[in-house]
């Protein structure tokens, strides 16, 4: 509009010729107001574009940190506590795994195309259930935390108390050590038992079998043999396999009152819990027994 008439644009605009300049100049103001309303607008875009662009960017970079795998299996058939599972090409004997509500298995049979499990909880399992594996071979608690507890196959508390602090876990299956690397058996074991001692040698680490038929005292001898080690710097781990409740509970009491469970560990595994419980509960005794 700078080469234009003044009059002749005033007279198209029907406004006086005198106004014309004042609302022309008005009207530069408001084009000039815009320009600047648009130049805001674009900065404020652009601003709104570095945002994004620098999420996308620190998206990028940590792209890959959260991602989780799991190898997982299906059910084929279940029954009496024992679960053939496909699709798990990778486990390991002895290995755990995970099926729904939290019930654990052990693995124990690698074929070709299927894995046998045992269960080692009571929980509803059924055919189609998603089975993981967890990549870990069944490890028991260790250590003098243990001592004066009763414990199951797997370590866990049976005595309703808390549970105990931890620090170490040892492999349930691990290899024994060979005939060559052990100690000499030079240090006597005594049953407190006049008998048994005059006339049998026992000695520390010393594999001692006690068989007898039912209720010819077989256990007595065992629990005599707990109370004879009091004071002697002996740690002793009782496995009671297959047993009636009331009947671990009585050898607790007994040990109780007579100041035997402070250097002792109970492993229960009753008739009333599952096999494979009942199975692996040597294997924890002399896991723990180890240690």
């Known amino acids: 509009m700078t080469g234009s008439n003044s009059a002749s644009d005033a007279a198209q605009a029907n406004i006086p010729a005198k106004d014309y300049n004042k609302y022309?100049?008005?009207?530069?103001?408001?084009?000039?107001?815009g320009a600047g309303a648009a130049m805001v607008g674009a900065s404020g875009v652009g601003a709104g574009q570095g945002?994004?662009?620098?999420?996308?960017?620190?998206?990028?970079?940590?792209?890959?940190k959260k991602i989780k795998t799991d190898e997982v299996g299906e059910v084929i058939t279940v029954g009496?506590?024992?679960?053939?599972?496909?699709?798990?090409?990778?486990?390991?004997?002895?290995?755990?795994?995970?099926?729904?509500?939290?019930?654990?298995?052990?693995?124990?049979?690698?074929?070709?195309?299927?894995?046998g499990a045992v269960l080692l909880g009571k929980g509803k399992v059924k055919e189609g259930d998603i089975v993981k594996?967890?990549?870990?071979?069944?490890?028991?608690?260790?250590?003098?935390?243990?001592?004066g507890r009763v414990i199951n196959a797997l370590g866990k508390p049976l005595d309703g108390l808390k549970a105990p602090n931890i620090k170490k876990y040892?492999?349930?299956?691990?290899?024994?050590?060979?005939?060559?690397?052990?100690?000499?058996?030079?240090?006597?074991l005594e049953t407190g038992i006049i008998a048994i001692d005059s006339m049998v040698p026992i000695g520390k680490g010393q594999r001692e079998l006690i068989i007898g038929d039912r209720q010819t005292g077989k256990t007595s001898i065992a629990i005599d043999t707990?109370?004879?080690?009091?004071?002697?710097?002996?740690?002793?781990?009782?496995?009671?396999?297959?047993?009636?409740?009331?009947?671990?509970?009585?050898?607790?009491?007994?040990?109780?009152?007579?100041?035997?469970?402070?250097?002792?560990?109970?492993?229960?595994?009753?008739a009333s819990d599952l096999a494979p419980l009942q199975y692996l509960a040597p294997f924890a005794g002399v896991t723990i027994a180890e240690e």
Request: charged content about 20%; overall charge positive.
């Open 133 to 147: 594996r967890t990549g870990k071979i069944i490890s028991l608690p260790v250590g003098d935390a243990l001592l």
């Open 80 to 115: 009496d506590g024992i679960s053939l599972v496909s699709g798990l090409d990778n486990a390991m004997l002895g290995e755990l795994l995970e099926f729904p509500n939290k019930v654990l298995a052990m693995a124990l049979s690698l074929e070709e195309d299927a894995v």
């Open 24 to 33: 022309h100049s008005v009207g530069h103001g408001l084009v000039g107001v």
């Open 226 to 270: 707990i109370l004879n080690q009091k004071g002697k710097n002996v740690k002793v781990v009782y496995v009671a396999i297959g047993q009636k409740n009331s009947t671990v509970a009585q050898v607790v009491e007994r040990l109780k009152k007579a100041g035997a469970m402070k250097y002792t560990t109970i492993v229960s595994a009753t």
């Open 170 to 188: 040892r492999n349930a299956f691990r290899v024994a050590p060979g005939v060559m690397t052990r100690k000499e058996v030079n240090e006597p």
């Open 51 to 64: 945002v994004a662009a620098g999420r996308a960017a620190e998206a990028i970079k940590n792209y890959g």
